[in-house]
């Protein structure tokens, strides 16, 4: 039997995702990891990006993240993400939408209002991240 | 004696009240069901922060962070006040706002100026009665509070206390104790209490060698934030949860005031109602007496 991790990716939310997997990558804020069972134990901070779990029959599952932070501890990956979401539940149109509505919405917005400025472009960053997973996880 | 015709619409209107009544309760019963998941949901996020805090923590021992930072002077503090959008949930709000108004009291007394973060329109509305501008005001978040909302309210203070321009932060909302009982609690929210931090340090599984990616401090730094913003999504959840409750159990003592109302009311109107018959038989029983003679 080959030796699998406990991958697990939970929001403020909810349990995204939770499986057996045989490798994860994400992406680490100093570059992209790729994590295998009997890896050492590891905290890192995670950028936005997007998550690959691979499973023994190399099927390959993507997530979109917006930023977070990953456990690695005895085969068992802890991702804790801010949003998380499988590419086969994310609704492109849905998320397009909602880019074109924050873009207005920020272009109406005074300088001065820095934290609603700065929550708008994670809004966006977060809208990008999961048009492009959804078209690269399909 | 009452008429008759007002004693029956005045049953009427006690019933049609009592049906709106009947219906809030079962719909708030239902509201507390989907929030008490949504809490138990977020468990599992809530429990490895812990534990990914723990592990940071045990490694950036000593580590000094701005927002575990007490401050030497105490000059402003901010308030964040969870109410709801909606009324008719018994003193879910006023409990708040008297708890707010009381902070708001106290400090003032110190020479500390207050700020206030008010959520849901309740607050909002109570505040610029009061004549109090808050420095935010979140509306229509109340019931379905997101992770989103949170970070947005955190984003406020968080930047605030790291720069000094703000010493303490409090957040008031009613706490969910079951479905009969919501308690309004004060919790400090900045600084991070140092006694959090080191009890999750103590909880951590000391024989992992961890490495850290950038570096412990790093991690950290980043992790303080997020876990300031779970904190705030807690209240608001909590909130959303209490207000069902506190709801649920002012309509049903509304329902049941109104079925008592019923009943007595029921009763004055056959009262009268065979006052009147009684009346009627006793002058015909009169008319045919004078016909007779």
Request: a negative charge; one cysteine or more.
């Amino acid at each position: 039997m080959e030796r699998t991790l406990l991958c697990e990716i939970v929001t403020p939310e909810r349990i995204v995702y939770t499986n057996e997997v045989r490798m994860v990558v994400a992406p680490t804020i100093d570059g992209e990891i790729g994590i295998l069972p009997l890896h050492a134990p590891l905290v890192s901070a995670l950028d936005p990006g997007e998550i690959r779990v691979m499973h023994g029959d190399d099927k390959v599952e993507w997530f979109a993240i917006a930023g977070g932070y990953i456990q690695v501890h005895e085969d068992k990956v802890i991702i804790l993400a801010d949003q998380a979401e499988a590419a086969s539940q994310i609704d492109v149109e849905r998320a397009k939408q909602a880019l074109e509505h924050t873009k207005r919405l920020m272009a109406e917005l005074p300088h001065e209002a820095e934290s609603e400025i700065d929550q708008c472009e994670a809004d966006l960053k977060w809208c990008e991240m999961q048009i492009k997973v959804a078209e690269k996880g399909h | 004696m009452p008429n008759l015709r007002d004693i029956k619409n005045r049953i009427g209107s006690v019933e049609s009240t009592r049906q709106i009544t009947r219906t809030m309760e079962m719909v708030a019963t239902a509201k507390i069901k989907r929030a008490q998941e949504k809490i138990e949901s977020a468990r599992p996020y809530a429990l490895s922060m812990m534990e990914v805090l723990g592990n940071v923590a045990r490694y950036a021992k000593g580590a000094e962070h701005p927002l575990l930072e007490e401050h030497p002077h105490r000059l402003r503090v901010v308030v964040i006040a969870v109410t709801s959008d909606r009324g008719l949930a018994g003193a879910f709000n006023s409990n708040i706002l008297r708890m707010t108004e009381n902070v708001i009291r106290d400090e003032t007394a110190e020479g500390v100026k207050v700020d206030v973060i008010a959520v849901g329109k309740k607050a909002a509305g109570y505040f610029k009665y009061r004549g109090i501008e808050p420095i935010a005001t979140y509306r229509d978040i109340s019931d379905k509070p997101t992770f989103v909302d949170a970070k947005s309210i955190a984003a406020h203070v968080i930047e605030a206390y790291a720069q000094e321009e703000i010493d303490a932060v409090y957040v008031v909302f009613n706490r969910f104790r079951s479905v009969a009982e919501q308690r309004p609690e004060i919790h400090q929210l900045l600084p991070i209490e140092r006694r959090v931090v080191e009890e999750a340090a103590e909880g951590s599984d000391v024989r992992a060698e961890y490495t850290f990616e950038p570096d412990a401090k790093s991690v950290l730094r980043r992790l303080l934030p997020t876990y300031v913003e779970t904190l705030v999504f807690r209240a608001l959840m909590e909130s959303a949860a209490s207000e069902h409750g506190a709801r649920r159990t002012a309509m049903k003592s509304a329902t049941d005031n109104a079925s008592d109302m019923i009943v007595t009311l029921s009763r004055s109107y056959n009262r009268a109602r065979q006052a009147a018959i009684t009346n009627e038989i006793a002058e015909i029983v009169g008319g045919a007496a004078a016909l007779e003679e």
